[in-house]
């Protein structure tokens, strides 16, 4: 079941876990809808997702600890929010549990906007080389690889004026961010390649 094991880890800790930030953002959003815990389940269960009153209090209220993926894109479309709604918290600052790893060391945390930018597949989760952009983005379905390309297209054409020394500048702006620095190298490179075509 979806986000079940996560949240049984995460009893134990002080952070919220996927479940627990779900349950409060499925609370917060119903209230704003003002809809009743039963008007939703109604809602839901149109859908072909059987909910009661019962099932959303307690998933609300942390009895229940497991939703699935059906239950998530249900709940978004009742809620009329994207399921990104539902899975990030509230406060773009709050530290939550990813996932809560065998070990201490093995336990993965980020803040609400990191969660977010990851769930929408805009940027990954930790270490960031070039590889695992590229590993992370080559994943992604053709649409977002398509608005990928054309961002850095556009992000190539506006450093193509720029001097070598201008870039330089920019790299000892940034030296403490080597992914920042073969970002705009690959850029260069890209403006490069602008040229030879044109």
Do not use: H, Y
């Not at 990928?148 to 450093?159: D, M, V």
Request: with cysteine; glycine share 6%.
């Amino acid at each position: 079941m979806l986000l079940e094991a996560v949240a049984c880890a995460n009893m134990a800790t002080e952070l919220p876990g996927p479940i627990d930030v779900f349950a409060s953002r499925l609370r917060t959003i119903r209230d704003k809808r003002g809809l009743s815990a039963r008007q939703l389940a109604e809602a839901v269960t149109r859908l072909g997702v059987p909910w009661d009153r019962s099932g959303i209090a307690k998933l609300e209220t942390r009895t229940r600890r497991n939703v699935t993926i059906e239950d998530l894109f249900a709940f978004s479309l009742a809620l009329n929010v994207a399921p990104l709604a539902l899975l990030v918290p509230d406060d773009d600052a709050a530290e939550v549990v990813v996932a809560p790893g065998e070990s201490e060391e093995d336990r993965v945390t980020a803040a609400g906007e990191q969660v977010g930018k990851w769930i929408a597949g805009d940027d990954l989760l930790g270490e960031k080389t070039t590889k695992s952009v590229f590993d992370f983005m080559g994943a992604s379905p053709r649409w977002k690889q398509v608005n990928l390309f054309n961002s850095l297209e556009r992000s190539a054409t506006a450093i193509k004026p720029w001097s070598d020394a201008e870039i330089a500048k920019w790299k000892d702006m940034v030296a403490d961010r080597p992914d920042l620095i073969e970002a705009i190298d690959v850029l260069r490179r890209l403006s490069e390649g602008q040229d030879a075509q044109g």
